[in-house]
């Protein structure tokens, strides 16, 4: 089965930095555009960015743009988002998707068949 994995979360200081990773599995990678969203408990969960199935293109949100990069390897499966800058309000559980349904990027996260469990990244002041 389809499996989205993941990694990198943890505790870091306001200005720090996190690459946080995403492995898939029991798909074919390279035929999914990919997306990271993050949320925090009793809010709704919140794009932050996404890449084409090539990596070729990319697009982010607002709250993040300039502070985050978001890559691809398609050789390992593995999708990252590189967080830098980080701040208290960044605070939040990250999680990946994964989109076969579209050539572009998307910000919906209706548009995603397939979810990680989730990573949590905390921002301490």
């Known amino acids: 089965q389809v499996q989205l994995v993941e990694s990198g979360g943890g505790l870091v200081q306001a200005g720090g930095s996190l690459r946080l990773s995403c492995a898939a599995s029991?798909?074919?990678?390279?035929?999914?555009?990919m997306g990271w969203f993050r949320q925090v408990p009793g809010k709704e969960r919140e794009f932050l960015g996404a890449i084409i199935r090539s990596g070729s293109s990319t697009l982010y949100a607002d709250s993040v743009k300039g502070r985050a990069t978001i890559s691809r390897d398609n050789a390992k499966n593995t999708v990252y988002l590189q967080m830098n800058s980080l701040k208290p309000e960044d605070t939040a559980d990250y999680y990946c998707?994964?989109?076969?349904?579209?050539?572009?990027?998307?910000?919906?996260?209706?548009?995603?068949?397939?979810w990680g469990q989730g990573t949590q990244v905390t921002v301490s002041s």
């Open positions: 029991g798909l074919t990678f390279s035929s999914y555009a």
């Open positions: 998707a994964a989109d076969n349904t579209n050539l572009y990027c998307s910000g919906s996260p209706n548009e995603y068949a397939y």
